[in-house]
């Protein structure tokens, strides 16, 4: 090569260099500074001042709040995080003329709008989180060309439409797919089997139906599979329970049918979570489960299963919550119950329990040797027999209790060992009043007689007792003749004759105050007016059959009112909302409802 050819060569490069530069420096500079002030003409409200720094002023772009630009290319925008500022709009499709951007973060804002298609541009995007906004249309088929997605988030929005087959076929990086709490419909893509690197996926609460596709089973890095509180049917293929990198699954509340495979928990080492309530499920629950001894929550509640629940969880250390509650469990004998007994080993259990099933026996007393942590007991409606034991009085943090709708007595069957340390056999045991935290003990539907205790739970108006239903009469003189507390109380319900089962007590502070004295009639009177409603109520939340018993939400409803017309006297103290549920559940916070269920 000649010198001049050398030459030659020098200012072509150089030309091609200077050409590049100002493409890059000057030309699309300026265009990340066009499409930055063009996002923030869509947000017509930003009550922090979050974009105040952004205008034409001397304050350079990349220094404006919420913007990064890249090292190497310092006029490159790289990200834009500006969530959690209230902002409200629309996101400009501008913000794909930022063709260097790498992460968007516009969580927990008011955008409205679309996702808008041309985000398919941005080819280096692996971060886009727009969850917790009130975004509408579909999820864009667009965002299949973004192939260096890692983590995307359009959680907690309203979208509709169906999940983008493409997703599952050109996103191989993916690590989070996170579309919970939106109106999605049709199915769940089987191209989802696809994205190996996925270690969240998280459908819950949209309207997605057909079956949970077997290919799912390839997701071998999965962690976190939530697609409860959808249509779907069909069965759980059983090849999901091979995923050994698996910590939470729910597929709660959808119409699942089927059974679990004999190896459920075989080959689930790490799983801490299992929500498979409300569902159609049937056969047993195998006994491999034990081999899942990291397990916290267990909930196929609300389902069909059967059989005898097996004894399995006495290696579950950090066993917090087990609800079996509505299903058709069996058991008999003491051997069936040993799966009561195996849980006295779980020092973590905060909730247990077998509500409305077919399980008879003698309530085991290793209840009373459960932990100390144990807040909710539910054993209503089975056929359990024996006693409430005595030791429960141990269990110091419980705050329901429920053991309505059973078989128990006061009476000891034989067959129980030593209980000497028993005091007032034949009534609803004092002991319970000791229980500090307690504030809703059902004993209702049972044979229990005798007085009640005075103190605790049953001496505080504000809580939450009842004791209707069992048989035998309480020794009040007024209680012969087949009389039952529930009866008297329905006589009882009317102006003339509340006082008869009303605590005096309630009263007294209209004394202290001096409103009687001062012939306040007519606010006793509305205070009558209102228990009489609360009595009525009480009653109508108290027939025999559960399923005619009022549902929660009109019980709710008739004591709010109630309170209004309390409020609207003026009468003070407080009136509870909360009245005896007809159908005491594990509450929601230990539920399948909980937010955390649905993640971001
Ligand atoms: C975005 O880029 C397109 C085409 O590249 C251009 O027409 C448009 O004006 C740009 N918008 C902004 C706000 O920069
Ligand atoms: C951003 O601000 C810092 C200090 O406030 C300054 O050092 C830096 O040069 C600014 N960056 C740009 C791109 O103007
Ligand atoms: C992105 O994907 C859509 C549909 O898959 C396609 O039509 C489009 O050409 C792609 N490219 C861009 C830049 O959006
Ligand atoms: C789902 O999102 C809506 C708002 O779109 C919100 O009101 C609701 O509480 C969310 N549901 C749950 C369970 O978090
Ligand atoms: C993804 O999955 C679908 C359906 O499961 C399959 O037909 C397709 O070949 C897969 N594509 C890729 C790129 O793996
Ligand atoms: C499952 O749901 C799909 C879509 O709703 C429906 O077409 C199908 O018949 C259902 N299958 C069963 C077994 O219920
Ligand atoms: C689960 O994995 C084992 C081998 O590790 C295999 O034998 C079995 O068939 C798999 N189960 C399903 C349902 O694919
Ligand atoms: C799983 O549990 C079953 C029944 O408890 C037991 O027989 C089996 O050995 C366990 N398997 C593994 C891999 O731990
Ligand atoms: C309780 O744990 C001990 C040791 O941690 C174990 O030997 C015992 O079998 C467990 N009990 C039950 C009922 O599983
Ligand atoms: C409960 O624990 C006590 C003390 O550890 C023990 O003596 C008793 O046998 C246990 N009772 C049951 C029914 O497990
Ligand atoms: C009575 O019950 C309420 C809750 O229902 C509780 O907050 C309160 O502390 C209890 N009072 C007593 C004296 O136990
Ligand atoms: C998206 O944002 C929400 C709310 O700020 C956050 O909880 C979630 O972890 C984020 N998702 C990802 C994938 O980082």
């Known amino acids: 090569m000649s010198s001049s050819d050398h030459l030659f060569f020098f200012y072509l490069l150089l030309l091609s260099s200077m050409l590049t530069s100002t493409l890059l420096a000057d030309v699309i500079t300026d265009d990340d500074h066009l499409a930055l002030l063009a996002f923030k003409n869509g947000v017509s409200s930003d009550p922090s001042g979050a974009l105040s720094s952004w205008n034409e002023g001397h304050v350079h772009f990349c220094n404006w709040t919420g913007v990064s630009c890249a090292r190497k290319h310092p006029n490159r925008v790289t990200a834009l995080k500006l969530s959690e500022l209230g902002l409200g709009g629309f996101i400009s ?90 109106s999605l419909t049709g199915v769940i893509p089987s191209s989802i089997g696809n994205l190996s690197s996925l270690t969240l996926l998280s459908l819950a609460l949209n309207n997605l139906q057909g079956i949970i596709p077997e290919e799912l089973g390839r997701l071998s890095s999965l962690i976190n599979f939530r697609v409860s509180i959808n249509s779907l049917n069909g069965s759980i293929p059983p090849v999901l329970f091979n995923i050994s990198s698996l910590h939470y699954f729910s597929v709660a509340v959808n119409q699942l049918h089927g059974t679990l495979p004999p190896s459920l928990g075989a080959k689930l080492p790490k799983l801490t979570t299992l929500y498979l309530g409300g569902n159609k499920l049937s056969g047993t629950i195998p006994a491999s489960l034990s081999n899942a001894s990291m397990l916290q929550i267990i909930d196929p509640s609300t389902n069909k299963f059967s059989g005898t629940v097996p004894p399995v969880f006495g290696g579950m250390d950090a066993l917090f919550v087990l609800n079996l509650e509505e299903n058709q469990f069996q058991a008999s004998d003491a051997k069936d119950l040993n799966f009561i007994d195996s849980l006295v080993n779980c020092s973590n259990l905060q909730a247990f329990s077998v509500a409305h099933n077919d399980l008879g026996g003698v309530l085991p007393l290793s209840i009373a040797n459960f932990s100390k942590e144990l807040r909710y007991l539910l054993v209503g409606y089975n056929h359990f027999s024996g006693i409430i034991p005595h030791g429960i009085g141990n269990l110091i943090s419980l705050n329901s209790m429920d053991f309505s709708g059973n078989d128990l007595t006061g009476k000891i069957p034989e067959h129980i060992g030593n209980l000497q340390k028993l005091q007032r056999l034949g009534s609803i045991p004092e002991f319970l009043e000791d229980l500090e935290f307690l504030t809703v003990l059902d004993l209702s539907y049972n ?117 209004d017309k309390l409020v609207e006297f003026g009468v003070h103290g407080e009136v509870k909302q909360e009245v005896s549920p007809a159908k005491l559940t594990i509450p929601l916070i230990y539920s399948w409802h909980s937010p955390t269920d649905i993640d971001r």
């Open 93 to 182: 499709p501008s913000i794909a003329n930022l063709s260097f951007i790498q992460s968007i973060e516009l969580s927990v804002n008011g955008f409205s709008g679309e996702v808008p298609p041309e985000f398919g541009r941005l080819h280096r995007l692996h971060y886009l989180n727009l969850s917790f906004n009130a975004l509408h249309g579909m999820v864009p088929v667009n965002l299949a060309n973004c192939s260096k997605l890692r983590f995307l988030s359009l959680a907690y929005n309203q979208l509709t439409g169906s999940i983008p087959v493409e997703l599952g076929q050109t996103l191989p990086k993916l690590e989070i797919l996170a579309l919970g709490n939106n």
């Open 447 to 563: 044979h229990f007689h005798g007085e009640l205790p005075v103190k605790g739970v049953f001496g505080n108006s504000s809580a939450v007792l009842s004791v209707a239903g069992n048989g035998e009469r309480p020794v009040d003189e007024r209680f012969k003749d087949g009389m039952t507390m529930r009866k008297f109380v329905e006589i009882c319900a009317s102006h003339d004759r509340i006082m008869e089962v009303i605590d005096q007590s309630m009263f007294s502070q209209e004394q202290e105050d001096g409103d009687i004295e001062h012939g306040d009639i007519s606010s006793l009177r509305k205070k009558i007016e209102c228990l009489v409603s609360v009595v009525a109520l009480g009653i109508a939340c108290s027939v025999e059959s559960p399923n005619d018993r009022l549902g929660m939400n009109e019980v709710a409803a008739q004591m709010h009112a109630v309170r």
